[in-house]
């Protein structure tokens, strides 16, 4: 999240909309994994991986509301230097998000409530977009209405987690990844464009690559998982183990 500042492309109703929207995406986050430990629907007795791959997301929800917090109170030398952690940071997440899947989908199958060949060919496309977006917005550093847009889109994917927790998502099925894995998430580049129509009468096109980003994501993802090539995927990774034994198909917990 380095970005050298434009002189005269952001104004204090900007800082304030993109801090704002920062902290209600990280209580999102929150949240949802807070209201998994105190409906005792998880604890902190898991493998260490799992707590590896907490200290990885929590750490980037923290480092993305403080570069937020440090551009509205104008410290940039400090934001441009804080930010070149994520060069080191999102590696890290995509592969612990991913050994984290594989013993998700081995040991327990995943979320019941999702289809167990969508969970496991979505999320790893949705890491990969959440990186390929952070990557964007690196190489648009310099241009900053571009770059905070792009990391907006980036952060709002990682939202997904959070919203599959606050809401009542086995009541979704059959759709319960449309709705907490792509059209919860999508709530908040949505947003954005509204403030931008209500800014200036117009909509900055960095919203259109995020949201288009994610949409082909979602609809990648979605064939892909749906395919022979996405059924086999799943069956090389979890048949044999006890997540193998879950029907593929969504189904009340």
């Known amino acids: 999240m380095a970005t050298l500042i434009e002189p005269g492309t952001t104004t204090p109703r900007d800082e304030r909309f993109f801090l704002t929207m920062a902290i209600v ?16 629907r998880s604890s902190f007795a898991v493998p260490i991986l799992y707590h590896l791959h907490a200290f990885a997301f929590f750490g980037w929800v923290a480092l993305y509301l ?3 917090a440090l551009v509205a109170r104008g410290s940039l030398a400090l934001h441009r230097r804080l930010g070149w952690v994520a060069v080191v940071w999102v590696p890290m997440m995509i592969v ?7 013993h998700a989908v081995q040991t327990r199958g995943g979320p019941p409530f999702f289809a167990l060949n969508e969970f496991m060919i979505a999320n790893p496309l949705g890491l990969f977009c959440f990186a390929g977006l952070v990557t964007a917005a690196i190489l648009k550093r310099r241009q ?11 952060m709002a994917i990682l939202t ?14 059959p759709w319960s990844w449309w709705i907490v894995g792509f059209a919860a998430p999508m709530l908040f580049p949505l947003i954005g464009t509204i403030a931008d129509l209500r800014r200036s009468g117009r909509v900055h096109p960095a919203w259109w690559c995020g949201i288009g ?33 879950r029907d593929f198909a969504p189904h009340f917990p």
């Open 160 to 173: 997904g987690p959070g919203w599959g927790r606050l809401l009542p998502t086995p009541l979704f099925i």
């Open 25 to 40: 995406m990280a209580m999102v986050i929150v949240a949802g994994f807070a209201t998994n430990l105190a409906f005792g």
């Open 213 to 245: 980003a994610m949409v082909a994501t979602h609809m990648i993802a979605e064939v892909v998982a749906w395919s022979p090539a996405g059924f086999a995927v799943t069956h090389a990774v979890v048949d044999g183990t006890p997540g193998g034994e």
């Open 96 to 102: 612990l998000g991913l050994l984290v899947l594989r």
């Open 66 to 68: 403080v570069q937020n």
């Open 144 to 154: 900053t209405t571009w770059h905070r847009r792009l990391m907006f889109c980036a």
